[in-house]
């Protein structure tokens, strides 16, 4: 894979996103799926997933770094959903020890609080053992989700450049890519996650002036 990275690099990785005549639009395209996906839960997030995908594949394969066009709709669902499954698998022992911690909790508050005529000091112990399993839940699904984080950049990366859902699940050659400290595939990552989180903020910011744009129109009518 002929990938380098070096900081000379930057201002290219920086500015893809507006270059080329289309780019205007094709990042339409995307900031619109990214507000449908507020509304609408998974479905528009996945051709967005399937997108990212595309130029993570782009990127890794033949170092292209640019914009590609909306198009095979049906694959960008697919590999969306690809991207998904991977993510959900790496995260979901963190997830599953918190939320059991956080119900075993729920549960020994909800004692306490149905406790009826049992005497006091039967009961003082139960809210204090909840807290310890939260916090023990807590604990634990943070190690949980730094061993899954490590390795999750390499694994979807490695899914991505060899187009196989199960590419993600080869722990032993994801061990050794993590080993070599490869910038293969973690520039690529970085990059486009970059660019991801920077068109979710400008998302956010859009919202809030249009809102508060809103609520000075509203102020100016009742006045």
Same mark, same amino acid.
């Given at each position: 894979?002929?990938?380098?990275? $070096?900081t =000379?690099?930057?201002?290219?990785?920086?500015?893809?996103?507006?270059?080329?005549?289309?780019?205007?639009?094709?990042?339409?395209?995307?900031?619109?799926?990214?507000?449908?996906?507020?509304?609408?839960?998974?479905?528009?997030?996945l051709?967005?997933?399937?997108?990212?995908?595309?130029?993570?594949?782009?990127?890794?394969? $033949?170092?292209?770094?640019?914009?590609?066009?909306?198009?095979?709709?049906?694959?960008?669902?697919?590999?969306?959903?690809?991207?998904?499954?991977?993510?959900?698998?790496?995260?979901?022992?963190?997830?599953?020890?918190?939320?059991?911690?956080?119900?075993?909790?729920?549960?020994?508050?909800?004692?306490?609080?149905?406790?009826?005529?049992?005497?006091?000091?039967?009961?003082?112990?139960?809210?204090?053992?909840?807290?310890?399993?939260?916090?023990?839940?807590?604990?634990?699904?943070?190690?949980?989700?730094?061993?899954?984080?490590?390795?999750?950049?390499?694994?979807?990366?490695?899914?991505?450049?060899?187009?196989?859902? =199960?590419?993600?699940?080869?722990?032993?050659?994801?061990?050794?890519?993590?080993?070599?400290?490869?910038?293969?595939?973690?520039?690529?990552?970085?990059?486009?996650?970059?660019?991801?989180?920077?068109? =979710?903020?400008?998302?956010?910011?859009?919202a809030?002036?249009r809102?508060?744009?809103?609520?000075?129109?509203? $102020?100016?009518?009742?006045?």
């Open positions: 894979m002929n990938i380098s990275f $070096d =000379s690099n930057l201002k290219a990785y920086f500015t893809f996103p507006l270059k080329g005549k289309a780019a205007g639009n094709r990042l339409l395209v995307g900031l619109a799926l990214m507000i449908a996906s507020m509304i609408i839960p998974v479905i528009p997030a051709p967005v997933l399937g997108y990212y995908y595309r130029m993570m594949q782009r990127k890794i394969r $033949d170092n292209q770094l640019e914009m590609p066009a909306w198009d095979e709709w049906g694959q960008l669902f697919i590999d969306g959903l690809k991207f998904m499954v991977v993510n959900i698998v790496y995260t979901l022992p963190a997830t599953i020890v918190y939320f059991a911690g956080f119900t075993l909790y729920f549960v020994a508050m909800m004692s306490m609080a149905f406790s009826g005529g049992r005497a006091e000091s039967e009961m003082v112990c139960v809210p204090l053992l909840g807290m310890a399993i939260l916090f023990l839940s807590m604990f634990v699904a943070i190690l949980l989700a730094l061993a899954g984080g490590i390795p999750l950049p390499f694994a979807v990366s490695h899914a991505i450049a060899r187009d196989r859902l =199960s590419a993600a699940f080869e722990l032993g050659t994801i061990t050794r890519l993590i080993r070599r400290k490869t910038s293969d595939y973690l520039v690529a990552f970085i990059v486009l996650t970059g660019l991801v989180i920077v068109l =979710s903020l400008f998302l956010r910011e859009s809030m002036i809102g508060a744009a809103g609520s000075t129109a509203a $102020d100016r009518v009742e006045e």
